[in-house]
């Protein structure tokens, strides 16, 4: 006996988040192909950047 509810979650996002975040990852994805094209000419040191792409995508 008793009363029973139940809650169904989704792991869907709003499309206004969707959207930003493609926004954002076309504008990372220009900037590392000029950043490649700029390195090319250049020398430099190896950098580990990998948790900074991530942090700008999801925050």
């Known amino acids: 006996m008793g009363y029973w509810r139940t809650v169904k979650f989704s792991g869907a996002m ?8 493609l926004e ?6 220009q900037a590392v192909k000029f950043a490649r094209e700029e ?4 020398e430099a040191e190896q950098q580990h950047i ?8 999801l925050g």
């Open 14 to 21: 709003p499309a206004t988040r969707i959207k930003e975040l």
């Open 24 to 29: 954002r990852i076309e504008k990372l994805s």
């Open 39 to 42: 390195a090319n000419n250049t």
């Open 50 to 57: 990998s948790a900074r792409m991530f942090q700008y995508l």
